[in-house]
């Protein structure tokens, strides 16, 4: 099966287009910050971790500064950019979501983008990949 692509959202940046995961947001994303789950998240940002990227993430309702964080375990988004983000899309917990990154080296920026594919985990048909 192929791997998703935006779909939503019309202006993010250019460049190599990569799918991180699908996700069902939990009450704990929603309050705490989102955790950053899936091999591919492992593979492509562990090489930010104990660095200040700027990171901006891009969804269908604006684009926002987030503080990313990237420790020996876990890789999240911390809940000061992330909670305008939340409240801008009307996130809630159940919501399932893919998440992708373009990073432009050359003015070293770290762009998330991330839409909604479902409002609720309960949808029929669905298939949540882990890349």
Request: aromatic share 10%; with cysteine; charged share 15%.
């Amino acid at each position: 099966m192929a791997k998703p692509v935006p779909n939503l959202i019309k202006n993010y940046p250019e460049g190599q287009l990569h799918h991180l995961f699908t996700k069902i947001l939990t009450a704990s994303d929603i309050k705490y910050g989102l955790t950053l789950m899936g091999q591919a998240s492992k593979d492509y940002l562990q090489g930010f971790k104990d660095q200040v990227v700027k990171t901006i993430l891009h969804t269908p309702a604006l684009s926002e500064p987030v503080i990313f964080k990237s420790g020996n375990r876990t890789m999240s988004l911390c809940t000061s950019g992330w909670g305008v983000i939340v409240t801008g899309n009307g996130f809630v917990a159940g919501d399932i979501i893919n998440c992708w990154f373009v990073y432009e080296e050359e003015s070293r920026v770290l762009n998330l983008i991330m839409e909604r594919v479902r409002t609720s985990a309960n949808s029929p048909h669905l298939h949540i990949y882990h890349f």
